[in-house]
């Protein structure tokens, strides 16, 4: 395979390990309004699809419309105040991203976090010397595993698909990446784990992000 000029990366299982900042945004919310928590490793499959989705596996369907914008405001506003308090790079990102940079290797990031909470995320964590563009979800376009952003990126980088990866830790990334036609890396260390990656179709499973530094 010849080597590759730009990734595409996934931000939350696969930069950024989010999961207890975003299920102690959620379950506070529940306690809040009497409704049951869920386990930390619930949230690893609630997550992924976006916040809507998310506040749906958690809140359940027989909710009624009302409480449900009631607790959905209240979980944004308590992820708001506390998305840092135990978010962290995975191991070896940052080192992988120095060294990607040195390959001037062109990098971006796909999330379907809100396009918001994305760009903060990524400014505190990394700072804006490694990712361009930057897209997390808004109304504006569609949300993964729709393509339409991956060609926004290709359009960007100036790349075509062959010269292009995209690494999450999830079915919807490597479904992303497929739909898109670049090459599906998988996050072992994230979120679903390396069965879900391999039964979508991921053509290579990732176990250390320095891995990576092998296709550039």
Not at 190 to 208: D, H, M, P, S, W
């Amino acid at each position: 395979m010849e080597k590759l000029k730009g990734i595409i990366f996934d931000l939350d299982g696969t930069l950024l390990d989010t999961i207890e900042d975003i299920s102690n945004a959620v379950n506070s919310a529940l306690i809040e309004y009497g409704l049951k928590p869920h386990k930390i490793e619930d949230y690893k499959y609630f997550v992924g699809d976006g916040i809507e989705q998310l506040v749906e596996r958690a809140l359940g369907k027989e909710i009624k419309k009302e409480k449900f914008n009631e607790i959905f405001s209240k979980i944004k506003e308590n992820y708001g105040k506390n998305w840092n308090i135990k978010t962290k790079p995975y191991p070896y990102i940052p080192e992988m991203l120095d060294e990607l940079k040195k390959k001037n290797v062109k990098m971006a990031v796909v999330s379907n976090k809100p396009h918001k909470f994305t760009e903060l995320t990524i400014k505190y964590y990394f700072g804006r010397k490694y990712f361009d563009p930057i897209y997390g979800a808004s109304e504006n376009y569609p949300k993964k595993p729709d393509p339409f952003l991956a060609y926004k990126v290709l359009e960007n980088f100036n790349l075509s698909q062959n010269e292009v990866a995209y690494l999450g830790d999830s079915n919807t990334d490597v479904l992303f990446a497929k739909n898109a036609g670049i090459l599906p890396l998988g996050a072992a260390w994230g979120f679903r784990g390396v069965k879900e990656l391999e039964e979508n179709g991921a053509q290579y499973i990732i176990q250390n992000p320095l891995e990576i530094l092998e296709f550039f």
